[in-house]
């Protein structure tokens, strides 16, 4: 089956511009995650959804990051104003369910997109 | 804090022999343990998980890793390694926090050389 999708999957922005990345996750899968990874930070957890809870930010760098689910499917994630520092590739995740503490799900990683702030 | 350490950021092997590559995971919780491989410009493949049961975890290509809570390791490796094998592993951890999200390693980059 198809897994997970990511557009664009390069993009070359100007510092101080917004840019949107969108995820598609895995069809019924309702858990979904954003990781950033960078040179300098390894992967990093971002944020993350689980069906129609508020999401848990807690990863998020900045209030310049922000991102939706819509309809418990596509999630956007949204740099307001990027900074060069933002260059990364960004990594969305989905999982099947939560059970338990969560632990044992295996998350399935789409192919990321490059954001490359010039 | 929960974290995961991989021992060596490089490991050169000849193609044919035996890879080991290293992971250590803090001890405070018993998590699950995954190990992913990046190829370039690809995402992320899980290799294979440990979720408490069998401590001798097989995955795919021939990789398997070893559980083993005495050294907090979760060591990969496979016999007879192959060209193809030549990506960035990420020893990975959840330890079951209220996100469930992953904690990774920095990784390790395997070369293979013919």
């Known amino acids: 089956g198809a897994g997970v999708s990511q557009s664009p999957s390069n993009k070359v922005t100007e510092k101080g511009k917004d840019v949107e990345l969108r995820c598609d996750p895995i069809?019924?899968?309702?858990?979904l995650y954003w990781y950033r990874q960078s040179l300098g930070q390894g992967l990093e957890f971002l944020i993350y959804f689980q069906g129609n809870s508020a999401p848990d930010k807690s990863g998020l760098p900045s209030d310049r990051f922000s991102a939706e689910r819509t309809g418990g499917s596509v999630s956007t994630l949204t740099i307001q104003r990027t900074q060069q520092e933002d260059s990364a590739v960004y990594l969305c995740?989905?999982?099947?369910?939560?059970?338990?503490?969560?632990?044992?799900?295996?998350?399935?990683f789409g192919p990321g997109t490059r954001l490359t702030v010039l | 804090a929960q974290s995961v350490t991989q021992l060596d950021s490089h490991v050169s092997v000849s193609e044919g022999t035996p890879v080991l590559l290293r992971c250590n995971y803090s001890?405070?919780?018993?998590?699950?343990l995954f190990w992913y491989v990046q190829h370039p410009n690809k995402g992320l493949q899980l290799l294979l998980k440990?979720?408490?049961?069998?401590?001798l975890v097989k995955g795919i290509n021939g990789f398997e890793a070893e559980f083993k809570k005495s050294e907090t390791s979760f060591h990969l490796t496979k016999p007879s390694a192959h060209m193809s094998d030549a990506a960035e592993y990420f020893c990975v951890s959840n330890y079951g926090g209220s996100q469930g999200n992953l904690i990774f390693g920095k990784g390790t980059k395997l070369s293979v050389k013919p």
């Open positions: 001890s405070s919780y018993s998590p699950s």
């Open positions: 069809s019924g899968h309702t858990a």
């Open positions: 440990y979720t408490s049961a069998a401590t």
């Open positions: 995740a989905s999982s099947p369910r939560i059970e338990g503490a969560h632990k044992t799900d295996t998350q399935y």
